[in-house]
């Protein structure tokens, strides 16, 4: 609360997006942390006290959300939900939309705060100690201390757990 409240903390908050990754070191098919939100919540619960983040969060995944506009998804038991009929030419055309949060944080009020900036496959799953490292001064930096360390997107499955 600290953090949210504009107090000095002694880190920024840690808030993994955790979808396909909570599943899998859970134990739970992806249809079903998907489709359950039973499984959605307990594997993050599971998560956030193995790993030791701020809080959890159980957001939906953008594939949910297009079923609400009537988007048709299968949903295989361990990969990503498969689009039937689109809205959209592909999730990245939406995914990338946004450009420099430096941008918006004159927008903020004095309650709001940014979540996410470090890519979650070249930065989280992929990059070197000293690149996540670099990603989440940065973030601090750009934000002016108004920013949660998270990814710009979900955990992918294939980080490891020594990532986290």
């Not at 939100?37 to 619960?45: E, V």
């Not at 990245?92 to 949060?101: E, K, Y």
């Not at 979650?120 to 996540?132: D, E, K, L």
Request: charged share 15%; glycine share 6%; proline share 5%.
């Amino acid at each position: 609360m600290d953090f949210l409240e504009g107090r000095t903390v002694d880190h920024p908050p840690f808030h993994p997006i955790l979808m396909r990754f909570a599943a899998k070191y859970s134990g739970v098919n992806y249809r079903d942390f998907c489709l359950n939100y039973a499984d959605k919540c307990s594997t993050n619960l599971q998560c956030a006290a193995d790993f030791s983040y701020d809080w959890v969060n159980v957001m939906s995944d953008p594939y949910a959300e297009a079923v609400s506009f009537g988007t048709r998804i299968n949903y295989p038991l361990n990969s990503l939900p498969v689009v039937e009929a689109l809205l959209v030419n592909d999730i990245q055309d939406v995914d990338h939309l946004v450009g420099s949060i430096e941008n918006f944080l004159p927008l903020l009020s004095a309650n709001q705060v940014f979540s996410g900036n470090s890519d979650p496959v070249s930065v989280i799953q992929n990059g070197t100690h000293a690149q996540v490292e670099a990603s989440f001064q940065s973030c601090d930096v750009t934000t002016q201390g108004r920013g949660i360390v998270s990814a710009g997107c979900e955990i992918t499955p294939e980080t490891t757990v020594e990532r986290l």
